[in-house]
């Protein structure tokens, strides 16, 4: 069933806004309490009013107003200020262009996803050829004392679920590369005012759900900078990323934590090079200048707390696993119930089934 959000936005009057040439946003007003913001990218409200439309429908005029800046997730007033993680660097020489990117591709293979509660604003559709196919301004919470992750993410809409001009709450799966000046922003914004770009490959509407959670990093390369002493370790990806239509490369810096299962074995790579997977919670972004000016800073690396790590043999290594497919047993005597109705009266409609198939195993 389409989701609908007060002062919500159907893909079909988001593409008629599109096709006339005029990008959607929201809301240009800066306080001055971002003034420390070191670049456009990073001026956000350190509190905002979260008052719901109460427009039957967005005129549009909604979707003719200038871009938006993105807003903080914080709706609180007594928000503390927000710290920005810039690393210090020497004054840029004029050798040093935009399209360098702090020289962090890796061009090795790999994969990085994004998963967690986002907010979602400025639907619009980048091709009026194709309406289903929406972009997004994304934030990410990493702290009332941080500013949050921000990302241009792309989604095919194919349940054709609507979307609120301002705000959407959703739980979301995405796969993801730095910020790149290849990126189309499709809105008159630049590159530089996102940390993240990439496309959505699964998305669930959570309308009620408090988005003030640490999302989690999925990500798979080669290891590098180990750190043993402060038990940290660096690990790039590089992917084929469907908003850039070409190679897209992240740079994550992994740290283990002296607590629960890491507080007496600590996972560091056994040496540079080796491949690794790792999973983590999203803390920080580390910025850099741009190498043209001072205050204007972009991504160069993001900040995991460590959750899970494992390490591949390389290529050369690699060897067929044996077969350790164990031998059936019995059919235990209790049954599934499936219940996905609210109130739990749904029927059981895949238990003969799920029984039939399981007898069928056994013979």
Not at 206 to 216: G, K, N, Q, S
Not at 332 to 343: E, G, H, I, N
Request: hydrophobic letters at 30%.
């Amino acid at each position: 069933m389409p989701v609908t959000t007060r002062g919500a936005v159907s893909a079909s009057n988001v593409s008629s806004s599109a096709s006339s040439g005029s990008p959607s946003c929201t809301d240009t007003s800066l306080p001055s309490s971002v003034a420390h913001s070191p670049s456009r990218s990073q001026s956000l409200t350190s509190s905002t009013s979260e008052t719901p439309s109460t427009l039957s429908s967005p005129p549009s005029s909604i979707l003719s107003s200038p871009p938006s800046s993105i807003r903080s997730l914080s709706e609180s007033p007594s928000t503390p200020a927000r710290s920005i993680h810039i690393k210090p660097q020497s004054p840029p020489s004029p050798s040093s262009a935009v399209n360098a990117q702090v020289s962090r591709t890796s061009q090795l293979p790999g994969a990085a996803l994004i998963v967690g509660a986002a907010i979602l604003r400025s639907p619009r559709v980048p091709d009026p050829t194709k309406p289903r196919t929406l972009a997004f301004d994304a934030q990410f919470w990493l702290g009332d004392d941080h500013i949050p992750a921000t990302a241009c993410l792309r989604y095919f809409n194919s349940s054709l679920l609507s979307f609120d001009e301002n705000r959407n709450v959703c739980v979301i799966l995405a796969t993801v590369a730095q910020s790149s000046s290849k990126a189309n922003t499709f809105n008159g914004m630049t590159w530089m005012d996102y940390n993240l770009l990439g496309d959505i490959a699964w998305l669930l509407p959570c309308p009620t759900a408090d988005p003030r959670i640490h999302p989690m990093m999925i990500v798979s390369g080669p290891v590098s900078a180990i750190d043993r002493t402060a038990l940290q370790f660096k690990l790039s990806a590089t992917q084929y990323v469907q908003h850039l239509s070409s190679l897209g490369d992240i740079n994550v810096s992994v740290t283990i934590p002296d607590s629960g299962r890491y507080r007496n074995s600590k996972p560091l790579p056994f040496s540079e090079g080796a491949n690794a997977t790792v999973v983590g919670h999203l803390q920080d972004v580390t910025r850099t200048s741009d190498g043209t000016s001072a205050d204007t800073v972009i991504p160069e690396a993001f900040q995991l707390t460590l959750e899970n790590v494992v390490y591949f043999p390389r290529s050369t290594n690699y060897k067929t696993p044996l077969n350790s497919q164990a031998n059936p047993t019995s059919s235990s005597k209790r049954a599934w119930r499936f219940t996905f109705d609210p109130d739990g009266t749904s029927p059981d409609k895949g238990k003969k089934r799920a029984r039939e198939d399981d007898d069928a195993d056994l013979k």
